[in-house]
């Protein structure tokens, strides 16, 4: 058994910041991608950051400069601080872990987090 749990979303002014944070938990042996997706309202779910274990990263070009990603292996946690905030970025923001159960990686999303940001 796998739980992916996000926190930290919430609503906020245009420009300020926001901290995701995810962490998975449950039967574990490794972990490679960890990223984070969002879907607005009546649009798709896209990305916008993923990492893998070497610490490469990639961002969606609206996220470039703005979102940072990291991730903390020893807590099976990875994170998205946010800043310069628009209100285009509100959405539901999903975490998506790509987990090893010793039997090869499959990806677990989590419940998703809404971000609203609006004056």
């Known amino acids: 058994q796998v739980q992916v749990v996000e926190s930290g979303g919430g609503a906020v002014q245009p420009g300020g910041s926001l901290r995701l944070s995810c962490v998975a938990s449950?039967?574990?042996?490794?972990?490679?991608?960890m990223g984070w997706y969002r879907q607005a309202p009546g649009k798709q779910r896209e990305l916008v950051a993923d990492?893998?274990?070497?610490?490469?990263?990639r961002y969606s070009d609206d996220a470039k400069g703005r979102f940072t990603i990291s991730r903390d292996d020893a807590k099976k946690s990875v994170y998205l601080e946010m800043n310069a905030l628009k209100p285009d970025d509100t959405a539901v923001y999903y975490c998506?872990?790509?987990?090893?159960?010793?039997?090869?990686?499959?990806?677990?999303w989590g419940q998703g987090t809404q971000v609203t940001v609006s004056s």
């Open positions: 998506r872990v790509e987990i090893d159960q010793r039997r090869g990686y499959h990806g677990y």
């Open positions: 449950g039967d574990i042996f490794s972990i490679y991608a």
């Open positions: 990492i893998i274990p070497a610490g490469n990263t």
